[in-house]
């Protein structure tokens, strides 16, 4: 049996405060990311349910991680956590978290059409 190391635990106030510690305004990051203040702001308040879904999720996350100076993967593992997704490569996910990932994001209306 592999051993987890404890990633940080990170919580909605957190993101915000640690952001702010590094002296990083929204407005920088969403200059330098091109993710709008709104995306951002629901990333700190940990409403991931106000993203665009699936891999933008992700990919927001990590440029987010990247600005702020955080551990990327300690920041999608609080996202997995909160959201109830699997991390690639484990057991699936219920069938619930399916149902409402694949009507989340841009590609279900692609899907849809397959």
Request: proline share 5%; no cysteine.
């Amino acid at each position: 049996m592999q051993e987890q190391r404890s990633a940080p635990a990170f919580g909605p106030a957190d993101l915000a405060a640690l952001r702010q510690q590094r002296g990083v305004s929204l407005e920088q990051i969403a200059e330098t990311t091109k993710i709008s203040v709104a995306y951002l702001r629901a990333i700190e308040a940990g409403r991931f349910d106000l993203l665009p879904g699936g891999i933008y999720d992700l990919n927001y996350l990590r440029q987010y991680a990247r600005a702020v100076g955080l551990d990327e993967e300690a920041l999608i593992g609080y996202y997995r956590r909160a959201t109830g997704q699997a991390a690639p490569g484990s057991a699936p996910v219920g069938q619930g978290s399916r149902a409402r990932q694949w009507l989340r994001g841009p590609a279900s209306l692609l899907r849809s059409l397959v």
